[in-house]
């Protein structure tokens, strides 16, 4: 299974700090955000990484190369200054991610979800996705989806919060433009026809949107 990486992000609310630096590349404890993911990945057996990108756009190459010294094979989907959104860039990298379904994660979480849990995992006719649920943070307490027998729903009282981790069928996209565009109305289409599946993950999470969650990541990191 292939594997996106998503990090074409401005990073706007980490400014100063991304003025000069992609957010995905940004250091937390003694590796870059990006780097934790990629070596998790490879630790599953998940080698095959496209990452896409457009802020700052050529520190990536020049930054992790071809993959080779993280045993990985990387390669890049360049967005230049775009803006494609997270649909937009999904559909952009189509090409380099093939005909069978692939994962997707978004570059500036941090995790210790077992990759391996979806390394071999097949969506069958009637899935195009399947996401992977955390506990609502405390800067999204409303959460997104709620989860009722495996499938996921926008109606439930319990919602969870979109980890940045998933599988997604190509089909999810088929006939859509590399134009921006956002994630969730296509989700929620695959919702309503009951087409979309998830777990709940209890493990540790962080989306690291803010300078302080950064910092909070790399002190919890260097012990």
Request: aromatic share 8%.
């Amino acid at each position: 299974m292939k594997t996106i990486i998503l990090a074409a992000g401005r990073g706007e609310r980490m400014q100063p700090l991304t003025d000069t630096t992609p957010k995905p590349l940004l250091k937390a404890g003694k590796k870059r955000l990006i780097e934790y993911t990629i070596d998790a990945l490879v630790q599953a057996g998940l080698r095959d990484i496209v990452i896409n990108h457009a802020h700052l756009g050529e520190q990536f190459p020049a930054t992790l190369g071809d993959g080779k010294r993280y045993g990985a094979t990387i390669q890049y989907s360049n967005e230049d200054e775009g803006r494609l959104e997270t649909a937009g860039g999904i559909i952009n990298a189509l090409p380099l991610l093939g005909d069978a379904p692939f994962l997707v994660v978004n570059g500036d979480i941090w995790t210790d979800y077992p990759f391996v849990q979806l390394a071999n995992k097949t969506l069958n006719e009637a899935q195009r996705c399947h996401l992977v649920l955390v506990a609502n943070p405390e800067h999204h307490p409303q959460g997104d989806f709620s989860l009722s027998s495996g499938l996921l729903s926008d109606h439930g009282t319990e919602k969870y919060t979109y980890s940045g981790v998933g599988i997604y069928h190509p089909s999810l996209f088929a006939h859509l433009p590399a134009a921006p565009m956002p994630l969730k109305p296509i989700l929620m289409k695959a919702i309503d026809a009951q087409q979309a599946s998830g777990e709940i993950y209890h493990g540790q999470w962080s989306d690291i949107g803010t300078v302080e969650r950064l910092a909070t990541l790399s002190e919890q990191l260097s012990y």
